[in-house]
């Protein structure tokens, strides 16, 4: 059974103060690892695709790395509009296609 | 491009009423999802359709819960009777998988209160 746990629950941190969310993950196969954000009240919201360990995607203050048993979103000199809800989720590349999601990390920034 | 579209936004219901919710996903995406997402948890399958069909229902509660997907296009769910537990976020997503790239473009939810 795929699964997916994010750490830590909740974060909190101070404009500019940089850190790492971390999602740890056991699937048979991997077809691709996402990252999406979620504001309150909405949908989540696309980030990142990552399909092999060594591999890295940048989006403004954001980057997206993938080992094999992990993955890290690193965030660099944060602002309060990043504060949100950050999912990670898998795909299984054995002909499933749906999302199995960890639990969230919720990251607050103050200014 | 329009996103996926769903509809109500919120609704509340009495125990044992029945509650159907719609989405429309974007125009193309042959694959559709409906998540079901807890207060504090992520989203979790509930069925996926791959244009008229059903591809993957083994975590829907089928005693109470059902789902259509007409003409490959639009979708519906439908709770008939709502229990409790049943009060959460439902959450609509569509993808048209290009080569290893499959990404789920996911619609804003419907807050459903189960009373």
């Known amino acids: 059974e795929d699964q997916v746990t994010q750490s830590p629950e909740a974060l909190r941190l101070q404009e500019g103060e940089s850190s790492s969310l971390n999602c740890s993950y056991t699937v048979s196969g991997l077809r691709g690892l996402f990252w999406y954000r979620q504001d309150p009240g909405k949908g989540p919201e696309f980030l990142f695709t990552l399909y092999s360990a060594g591999e890295e995607k940048e989006k403004e203050r954001l980057k997206a790395t993938l080992t094999k048993k992990e993955s890290f979103l690193h965030i660099t000199a944060p602002k309060p509009e990043d504060s949100a809800t950050y999912l990670c989720a898998v795909q299984a590349g054995m002909g499933r296609r749906a999302l199995t999601f960890g639990s969230g990390t919720r990251l607050q920034v103050q200014p | 491009e329009a996103g996926v579209a769903q509809s109500p936004r919120y609704k509340i219901i009495e125990k044992r009423q029945s509650v159907a919710f719609w989405c429309n996903p974007i125009?193309?995406?042959?694959?559709l999802y409906w998540y079901q997402q807890i207060l504090g948890q992520g989203p979790k399958l509930l069925i996926q359709?791959?244009?008229?069909?059903?591809?993957?229902d083994s975590q829907l509660p089928k005693d109470r819960f059902s789902a259509e997907r007409l003409k490959g296009v639009d979708s519906t769910l439908k709770i008939q009777p709502a229990k409790l537990e049943d009060s959460a976020v439902y959450l609509c997503?569509?993808?048209?998988?290009?080569?290893?790239?499959?990404?789920?473009?996911f619609g804003p939810g419907t807050r459903l209160t189960v009373l």
């Open positions: 997503a569509s993808s048209s998988p290009r080569g290893r790239t499959d990404t789920q473009y």
């Open positions: 359709f791959q244009n008229n069909g059903v591809v993957d």
């Open positions: 125009s193309g995406h042959a694959t």
